[in-house]
């Protein structure tokens, strides 16, 4: 089995115009149309017909009816090219004068924007971050609770530092009269988040429970007692939890229940999942597939190629009789944490989550996988492999291997190493 570790965590062609009248086979109701423009007119009648069709065709500010005498032509744009010379030269003559007391008009609405507070500031106050939240919606809230003099300042500080990104959703202690850049990097410092939850992939529904109730201190039985008709689970999930909490970082509001924690996650789930367009009635097996992708592969880049031997296992074949003998599955049976490797007792079980013993998928997930490995558990890669196995726990090098006797002399590797590694398998 492999540590969970999050890799998820925190907002007409140019050119074409329509002309009436343009020239083109001289069809229509009009018979003095030709292509070169209209015929000499016959009469005053067809001469003033004429004009007026040509000055639906003209620009506006061209526009010169037929029979009327020469004139200039009007310029529109000089009244208002006047009006925003006048405008300009009285905005500079203001902003002169009363410059210094304009307000700002970005970031968190502060009228110092470029005030700032010195040192590290002293007293408490408490602010809360959440999904999405931008530098400026930061810089206004601690700008509101006093902790920093310009919700702007913090803004360009936040925009300045690179390790900004890495900000957890959460409420974080602070203190008041902080320097922006301080502050900033206080909210960086673990030790400041409060409230916030992180839980990683790859976790059994069981050691998120235990994790939800030390972070918000709601009773652990709670998270048990959930009635799972009550979280909007997949139709696919068959009332069944596991495999559909979504790893992440979760800030709960003050008394939300453990029913009300737990449909979070699995509306996060779906929100994650959403683009992938799982077909409802593939879920459960897609889900049950990426859990085994999440235990069995250390490095991501190995999911797909896991998802495949599964697939393959899965297959009529004399090598597996459509046995997949992955000892994830008797982790989550036993739920025994600590070893890669499983004992013979262990595997006798006649659980149907024994994969040695049961041919097939198990009935469920067996722990709640992260969004990569639900995609390579939906797009396996192309290959022909039946075995992998871990040879390096350190590194988390993986050989897969196609036939058996391959998978021996990977499998000698693995215990080479195991031995020169006591109590690392």
């Not at 001469?47 to 029979?67: H, L």
């Not at 006093?146 to 959460?170: C, D, I, M």
């Not at 030390?214 to 997949?234: H, Q, R």
Request: charge should be positive; glycine fraction near 10%; proline fraction near 7%.
């Amino acid at each position: 089995m492999n540590e969970p570790h999050l890799s998820d965590s925190i907002f007409g062609g140019d050119g074409d115009e329509t002309v009436v009248g343009a020239a083109g086979s001289g069809s229509g109701d009009d018979a003095s149309y030709q292509p070169g423009g209209y015929a000499a007119p016959a009469s005053r009648r067809e001469a003033r017909e004429n004009a007026r069709r040509q000055a639906v065709q003209a620009p506006e500010d061209s526009w010169v009816e037929y029979g009327d005498p020469p004139r200039r032509r009007r310029r529109p744009w000089l009244p208002l090219l006047l009006a925003l010379v006048l405008v300009g030269a009285g905005g500079f003559v203001a902003f002169k004068a009363l410059g210094p007391s304009l307000p700002s008009w970005g970031g968190g609405g502060s009228q110092t924007a470029g005030a700032d507070y010195t040192g590290t500031g002293s007293g408490s106050a408490v602010i809360t971050v959440r999904r999405g939240d931008t530098g400026s919606q930061i810089g206004a809230a601690l700008e509101k609770a006093g902790v920093v003099k310009s919700g702007n300042r913090f803004a360009q500080a936040f925009a300045a530092e690179p390790q900004a990104a890495r900000l957890q959703p959460g409420s974080y202690t602070l203190r008041r009269q902080m320097s922006s850049s301080a502050a900033l990097q206080l909210m960086l410092d673990p030790s400041a988040r409060k409230g916030g939850v992180t839980i990683p992939e790859g976790l059994w529904a069981t050691e998120i429970y235990a994790r939800l109730s030390k972070a918000t201190g709601t009773p652990l039985a709670d998270y048990s007692a959930v009635d799972a008709a009550a979280l909007d689970l997949p139709e696919g999930a068959n009332g069944r939890v596991e495999g559909y909490l979504f790893p992440s970082t979760y800030l709960f509001a003050d008394g939300a229940t453990a029913t009300d924690q737990l449909r979070t996650m699995v509306a996060e789930f779906k929100r994650r999942t959403a683009s992938l367009n799982i077909p409802a009635d593939q879920v459960g097996r897609v889900m049950t597939i990426a859990s085994i992708v999440q235990a069995e592969s250390k490095l991501g880049q190995d999911g797909p190629k896991v998802a495949r031997v599964i697939e393959n296992r899965l297959k009529p074949n004399p090598a597996t009789n459509g046995r997949l003998q992955m000892d994830s599955t008797i982790h989550y049976l036993h739920k025994k944490r600590g070893t890669v490797t499983t004992s013979d007792k262990e595997r006798d079980s006649t659980s149907p989550y024994n994969t040695y013993k049961h041919a097939g998928l198990p009935p469920a997930p067996v722990d709640n996988p992260g969004i990569e490995a639900i995609k390579a558990a939906q797009s396996p890669a192309p290959g022909s492999w039946l075995y992998f196995v871990t040879v390096n726990q350190q590194t988390g090098e993986t050989r897969f291997s196609s036939t058996l006797a391959e998978h021996n002399k990977n499998v000698a590797l693995f215990r080479a190493w195991c031995k020169a590694n006591p109590g690392r398998c």
